[in-house]
């Protein structure tokens, strides 16, 4: 390899890891979302659809997204949760209806999540709509789990084991049937079924070529 080409390499890998250490500060900034989402190569709809999430749930209106964030919405949208797993889809009624008593805050932040699923604007995220948000939804699961303090010893990596004891201790998890269903949500981000969500999940969405 050239000296070039050697400084390259190194360059990527430096600019990877610091990247990676970025997302696990149980903060994130837009910057930071950015550099994670190029350092994945995603997609220009996926990035859109993360930029857009992440602006939704930053309902705190500081510059970084923290567990203050997250966990009121996680918690909001238990019901919405389990409606979708046993009806397999939601109206925008029932949806706003289900979040009815979380805060004016938090409400407006889950409606604009429904915004962003229901892309043909008819007022139901069916089952087609939510196979479509496959990639985005797999890398917010990761980042939120980081953010939320899932990674329990901070290897960036959430093991099956530490999810486990996480959502066992989780106040945002408001009964059994919620802590089935974010069970449940593990084993779909977990793409190569190895029991650890990591960026390797993450990297098998945007299959690239391999540098030459
Ligand atoms: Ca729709
Ligand atoms: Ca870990
Ligand atoms: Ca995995």
Request: charged share 25%; hydrophobic share 40%.
């Amino acid at each position: 390899m050239s000296i070039m080409g050697t400084i390259q390499l190194f360059l990527f890998c430096f600019i990877s890891l610091n990247q990676i250490s970025n997302v696990y500060s149980k903060t994130m900034s837009s910057r930071e979302l950015k550099d994670l989402l190029a350092s994945l190569r995603a997609d220009s709809q996926t990035s859109n659809f993360l930029l857009t999430y992440y602006d939704a749930l930053n309902t705190t209106g500081t510059p970084l997204l923290d567990f203050q964030d997250i966990a009121p919405v996680y918690k909001a949208m238990d019901k919405i949760a389990l409606t979708f797993v046993t009806v397999g889809q939601i109206s925008r009624s029932d949806y706003m209806e289900s979040v009815r008593s979380a805060d004016a805050k938090v409400r407006a932040a889950v409606e604009k999540l429904y915004g962003l699923f229901d892309k043909d604007k008819n007022n139901v995220i069916d089952h087609e709509e939510l196979e479509l948000t496959l990639r985005p939804r797999v890398v917010f699961f990761y980042v939120d789990l980081l953010i939320l303090g899932a990674d329990l010893d901070g290897d960036k990596r959430v093991t099956e084991d530490e999810y486990k004891r996480h959502i066992a201790t989780a106040d945002y998890v408001t009964g059994d049937a919620h802590k089935a269903f974010l069970e449940g949500n593990f084993n779909f981000a977990d793409l190569d079924d190895n029991t650890v969500l990591e960026m390797k999940d993450l990297q098998i969405l945007f299959p690239h070529d391999s540098p030459k």
